[in-house]
């Protein structure tokens, strides 16, 4: 890996033979994915300490609670990692969790770990890139609702930033945008990491502005528990689409980033209704050369054909970073993603809500052994005050 002047060390340190290792960690209580890791090109990437299956293998069975349970057992063994990475950071400023909210392993264990990382680091961030479940169909796993009400107490009030996808919109996405017919699981996937390497870039490229974790999340989240997030991006293309994209002028990505087909939540980008929603706060990324009085342009035409509506406590503005665009990837255009939050983002809560408290018997066996039965509805309280504040922005 050349000089491309980033910073390398944000999120990789250099082994004795100087090669780049990424400042992560591997978990799961099924050692099918990681195997897969580890059989596969990138064996060699991850420090092998930094990898954790659990001994007997079982998984979670999609249960929260035995994920969680399961989580309690092992967690000295997964901290002695954690805090092993931290000690070796000069200047550690907080954590990312990518997790599903919806099985066993992601949910139960990462609601643990988020407990266990909010008390031990309380003075440091927690961000979540977090796939929450599709809320159109019937799921298969009959406790998801549940899985994801218990999981969503945890992120309210142990995560500072939760970024949220569903694994729904990315397949559309990749449908619609991609044009690309049956969209595997590598291609979603790159959707889910273009946009988390978008989202740091101004971290790994620092300039005069969000060069840091605590000034990004200041510029999108105003105040606490305030903090779930939707994302966008474009332009987006496969391999083979790279030279076929058309002129990317900064207005061109700016309106287009504003088009609810364009954003990584399903829920909110098949509603009608999400047009009239209300921002609380925007931030666009652009990586590339852009000249800055293209931007003020952009954002003037934006205003005066009142493309959005922003909430009446909060300053109506859209933040914009500019960011050097990576030397190590080829491309021909302009790079864009935005981060935003609007109230709309509480239907997805309301539904998982509805659903539990239409099926409250029926699947309460799933949690017994795990003395956790009443938990689900002590989440509703908390969940419901996040839904209304939500709904009175």
């Not at 910073?7 to 004795?16: G, L, P, S």
């Not at 990004?216 to 994302?231: E, G, K, Q, V």
């Not at 054909?305 to 665009?325: C, H």
Request: hydrophobic content about 35%.
């Amino acid at each position: 890996m050349g000089d491309g002047g980033d910073r390398k060390d944000v999120f990789f340190y250099q082994a004795d033979d100087q090669h780049y290792i990424p400042r992560a960690l591997l978990m799961d209580l099924e050692p099918r994915v990681i195997n897969g890791i580890q059989n596969s090109e990138y064996r060699n990437l991850y420090n092998h300490e930094n990898i954790f299956v659990s001994d007997h293998g079982g998984g979670a069975g999609n249960n929260w609670a035995s994920g969680y349970h399961q989580g309690e057992q092992v967690v000295d063994d997964i901290m002695d990692m954690v805090d092993r990475e931290a000690d070796g950071s000069d200047s550690l400023e907080g954590f990312v969790l990518c997790h599903s909210i919806a099985g066993g392993t992601g949910s139960g264990m990462g609601s643990y770990l988020l407990e266990t990382l909010n008390d031990r680091y309380s003075k440091k961030l927690v961000q979540t890139y977090s796939v929450f479940p599709n809320q159109m169909e019937t799921s298969d796993v009959v406790v998801q609702p549940y899985n994801s009400l218990l999981t969503l107490k945890r992120l309210t009030l142990n995560a500072d930033c939760v970024v949220v996808l569903d694994n729904t919109a990315l397949n559309r996405i990749a449908v619609e945008r991609l044009h690309l017919t049956n969209p595997t699981f590598a291609q979603t996937n790159s959707l889910v990491s273009t946009v988390m390497s978008a989202s740091t870039t101004t971290l790994r490229y620092p300039g005069y502005m969000n060069n840091d974790l605590v000034g990004l999340l200041a510029s999108l989240i105003p105040t606490p528990r305030c903090h779930f997030l939707m994302t966008g991006y474009t332009p987006l293309t496969v391999e083979r689409q790279v030279n076929m994209i058309r002129k990317t002028t900064v207005l061109d990505v700016m309106r287009r980033l504003l088009q609810t087909k364009n954003i990584m939540v399903s829920s909110y980008a098949r509603t009608k209704e999400a047009s009239q929603a209300k921002y609380i706060s925007i931030l666009n990324i652009i990586q590339g050369d852009v000249d800055p009085t293209q931007v003020h342009e952009s954002l003037q035409r934006i205003r005066e054909r009142k493309l959005v509506n922003f909430i009446e406590w909060g300053p109506a503005s859209i933040q914009v970073a500019l960011s050097r665009k990576s030397p190590y990837i080829q491309t021909t255009h302009r790079e864009r993603l935005i981060i935003h939050q609007q109230g709309f983002i509480c239907s997805d809560i309301e539904t998982m809500d509805k659903r539990v408290r239409k099926k409250h018997h029926l699947h309460l066996t799933e949690y017994c052994n795990h003395d956790i039965r009443y938990e689900p509805f002590l989440c509703r309280v908390l969940v419901f005050s996040v839904i209304f504040f939500r709904h009175h922005v």
